[in-house]
């Protein structure tokens, strides 16, 4: 059994797809649902797989189970002695929140998760996401297993996320664990679909409208974006992987863009002048606006490896670029419900 947490969240919906393609075959997958009772957990999974396909039948709603529960408070399952694999995907992701509101999810929910599963006597792997912006401020290469420490953050995400981080490893050696650090996060590569539209999806709808002129951004600053199918991937390889061990990059590494390459980029794909990249602080900034003064690049040679043997390999984001947009078009950005399978269908060859 696989216990998913965050499974109404983009990458655990992404996840879900995955281990329910086949829905007469794989092991059964419990998700702890935040809701007042079981019903209403149902209720948002059933949601959740609405969103994947339009009719999910029957066969995939009786291998998923939904448990309402929250990471904040008490966290109890009677199955806990059938979990084989768990997959801590859920976090608090906003990047404004108060950080005690953040740590509460992000920290004291990975520990909660982590305290109950110690009692699965048949655990092989935990699989923890995380991010690669953990290195909050850092510069220069940003190593897979080479603790990132003394950094300054961002935000309250990036620091509750490194500090679940450090929970993890103190409990490492007695646990199974590997932790997975993607960094941003888009659609899939060949449809572009997505259900969360954040980071960089608010200054590109802006700039595609004619709203956004400047933008307080480095030239030479580093995007570092990944579609979802390759983070999903990933993380199905990771849960299953003999070899995984430590902490894994699922970021664009060397393929990272740079401003000025998402700049003209997105010029080129909505036929607009380039936006004017300004030092100061400009029409564009607020909580995604760091993310375009990055100055660090993250190493992904163990993770290349792993995955490469597996035969996953990174989609090109610039290759991408202009389907992700189509979608988030197609999609109101965000205001239109599209079911996933509804896109992969209208993708297919004729």
């Not at 991010?131 to 003394?150: C, F, K, N, Q």
């Not at 400009?282 to 606006?289: E, I, M, R, S």
């Not at 990055?294 to 597996?310: N, S, T, Y």
Request: proline share 5%.
């Amino acid at each position: 059994m696989i216990l998913l947490t965050g499974a109404t969240g983009y990458l655990g919906t992404l996840v879900l797809a995955r281990l329910l393609e086949d829905p007469d075959d794989g092991p059964q997958i419990i998700c702890p649902v935040r809701a007042a009772d079981a019903a209403g957990a149902r209720a948002r999974l059933d949601a959740t797989l609405a969103q994947i396909w339009r009719e999910p039948g029957i066969a995939r709603s009786k291998r998923v189970q939904a448990v309402a529960a929250d990471l904040t408070g008490d966290l109890e399952l009677d199955q806990v002695g059938e979990i084989t694999h768990v997959l801590h995907c859920a976090a608090a992701v906003e990047f404004d929140l108060p950080l005690e509101q953040a740590r509460a999810v992000n920290v004291e929910g990975t520990r909660r998760i982590l305290d109950l599963v110690r009692q699965a006597p048949q655990l092989e792997r935990i699989v923890h996401v995380s991010t690669a912006y953990v290195a909050g401020r850092a510069e220069g290469d940003v190593l897979e297993d080479v603790p990132v420490s003394g950094q300054i953050f961002r935000n309250s995400y990036e620091q509750s996320k490194h500090e679940a981080e450090a929970l993890i490893w103190e409990q490492a050696d007695s646990m199974p664990i590997v932790v997975c650090r993607p960094s941003i996060v888009v659609g899939e590569a060949q449809t572009g679909w997505t259900s969360s539209f954040n980071v960089l999806y608010p200054p590109l709808r802006a700039y595609s409208r004619g709203i956004l002129r400047a933008a307080p951004a480095t030239a030479d600053g580093i995007v570092d974006v990944v579609t979802g199918d390759y983070v999903a991937d990933a993380l199905i390889e990771l849960l299953d992987a003999p070899a995984a061990s430590g902490t894994y990059h699922v970021v664009a590494g060397e393929d990272a863009l740079s401003v000025a390459e998402l700049r003209d980029l997105a010029a080129a794909t909505f036929g607009r002048e380039p936006v004017e990249l300004v030092s100061q602080d400009g029409p564009a900034d607020g909580v995604f606006a760091p993310y375009f003064r990055v100055h660090c690049r993250f190493d992904d040679r163990r993770a290349q490896e792993l995955l490469g043997a597996a035969g996953i390999t990174r989609p090109s984001i610039r290759d991408a670029f202009p389907r992700l947009m189509e979608f988030a078009d197609d999609a109101a950005w965000g205001k239109r419900r599209i079911a996933r399978d509804e896109v992969i269908n209208s993708s297919q060859p004729c």
